[in-house]
């Protein structure tokens, strides 16, 4: 279990904006320590509000990660943070980040101590244009596992995309995938352990993946993830998103107006019925989506049976190979 410790920081007369601020301004060389154990080696990359460092944890022998808030970040990225680290922790699948624990600096800055998890992301892999149908299908019925686990707990991710989502080569040859980045999940089941810190009318995650009634900043439930997935899928097969848009207002505009082209009118020898798996899981209306991601899972399962014969494992493993 991830262990939360807390130390006491101490007050200085700043501004109201300062004290709001976490994070050390410039990145940890690599040599420093945090707490007894974590040494820090390099950066691994760097987001709006955190920095996630290359380590080695003495105590427990393994190389891991340690994402830290930046100077940018704000007491509502504190508040993500910790909530990111309670759902790792409370997730048990292979499919999500082991966190070890979550401490703080002197100043209060808050970092978390997780899993080091190697290979390319799958945005890496989509730069290389549209994919074989296999691989594909693939990785979108891993991604629907992964999924079903977290929703299960309660959790909805909100920002399925494909820089939050790792191809990790395994030693049988096989890849597995791995969801990152569960800093603005909502937790539809409560707990005292995990709160939902998002407002009622919010508007949060990525555009280009979200339907309509996270646009809106409507309530939601799992079938924004199921959405999300339908979206990545069409990119995965077609090397490009949906909507031909230049701006975020256009993505909103599109999403909330336009029908989505159908993914044959970009790439013809996808299957009509793997094209009907599409239409629903990104439909408008979200009663018209499927109710879980096992249900769609076993849809996509299907049409992948029924019109690919080429294993998908290890097609999945070579167009990996190629981008690590």
Known sequence: MA??????RVMQQQTLVADEEYGPPDHLSPGTRLGSHTIIRGVLGEGGTAVVYEAFHTELQLPVA???LSGRAGREARARLIREARICESVHDPRVAKVYFIDELEDGTPYMVMEKIDGPTLAKLITRGPMPISTACSIAAQLLEGLAAIHAHGVVHRDIKPSNVILQPQKDGTVTVRL????IGKITAK????????RQGDIIGTPCY???EQLMGQDVDQRVDLYAVGVVLYEMLSGVLPYDAKSIAEVVAAVLRDEMPKIRSVRPDVPVALEDVLLKATAKEQSLRYASADRMRIALGATLRATVSRPAAHSVMSETAQVA
């Open 180 to 183: 990152m980045d569960f800093g």
């Open 191 to 198: 707990s005292p352990d995990v709160t939902d810190i998002t």
């Open 210 to 212: 979200m339907p309509p």
């Open 3 to 8: 262990r939360i410790v807390r130390r006491p």
């Open 66 to 68: 340690v994402k830290m």
